[in-house]
């Protein structure tokens, strides 16, 4: 699942997500149009706007033990010049993990819809000295994405928090590059040690079956993590 393409300068990227509405606009809402099912909210609608309690609940040191933040870069299988998408980057916990992994010439999308939290994220990445993270401010309905860019669309922890989340996900369909993939990292739906409570939790087979509705199949999945299923989805059926 690994690609490779051309270094790409920062300004172009960001060119490219201020031209990315036009884009994927259009075609989420022709699929949309097709498909009138009910919305499939979030499970969990929860302010981020104290980032200070964020960073000491999202990075806090014992959360490498079970997000294992290395093992799961490495399992996207990127490399130098791929483009991902964090969406729902929040603090920035995985991005210094991703900058590395498509260094040189690649760049990580950092995406939140929190205004603070995109604060915190350009703060983080001057600190940490990763020159190839752009923090995006979103919009919930809207990642802003530039079309047909990103390698790999990273939604981490955060499914549960998208409302309307099978046009969301159409729309996404849009911003991969030959061969990418959107990968969704959540906790099982089941009483753990960590994480929201059962109730604010999607099911595996919850995700996988929205997410043929939106028109993905399931391409592949790590079983490595203890609390969480780790999917990847590509367009189509086969």
Do not use: C
């Not at 172009?12 to 884009?23: D, E, F, K, S």
């Not at 993939?181 to 099982?188: G, L």
């Amino acid at each position: 699942m690994r690609a490779t393409r051309r270094p790409i300068g920062r300004a172009a990227i960001v060119a490219a997500i201020l031209l990315a509405p036009v884009a994927t606009l259009s075609r989420g809402d022709r699929a949309t149009a097709q498909s009138p099912e009910a919305p499939h909210d979030a499970t969990s609608h929860q302010s981020f706007t104290d980032v200070e309690r964020w960073k000491r609940i999202l990075d806090d040191p014992k959360r490498d033990e079970w997000q294992k933040p290395q093992q799961v870069v490495e399992a996207l299988g990127l490399g130098p010049g791929n483009i991902v998408a964090d969406l729902g980057a929040g603090t920035g916990y995985l991005e210094r993990y991703l900058s590395k992994a498509v260094a040189p010439g690649g760049i990580v999308l950092a995406i939140d819809t929190e205004p603070e939290m995109v604060r915190q994220l350009g703060q983080r990445a001057l600190k940490e000295g990763t020159a190839n993270v752009v923090p995006v401010l979103a919009l919930p309905q809207e990642p802003f994405l530039p079309p047909g860019r990103a390698d790999r669309v990273l939604i981490v922890d955060t499914f549960h928090h998208i409302d309307d989340r099978i046009r969301y996900v159409r729309r996404l369909a849009d911003a991969l590059a030959p061969g990418g993939s959107v990968v969704i990292i959540d906790f099982h739906k089941r009483p753990l040690p960590v994480g929201p409570p059962p109730e604010h939790k999607l099911a595996r087979d919850f995700v996988v079956d929205e997410m043929k509705q939106a028109g993905f199949r399931l391409a592949d999945e790590k079983t490595f993590l203890p609390y969480h299923y780790f999917l990847f989805f590509q367009p189509g059926t086969k």
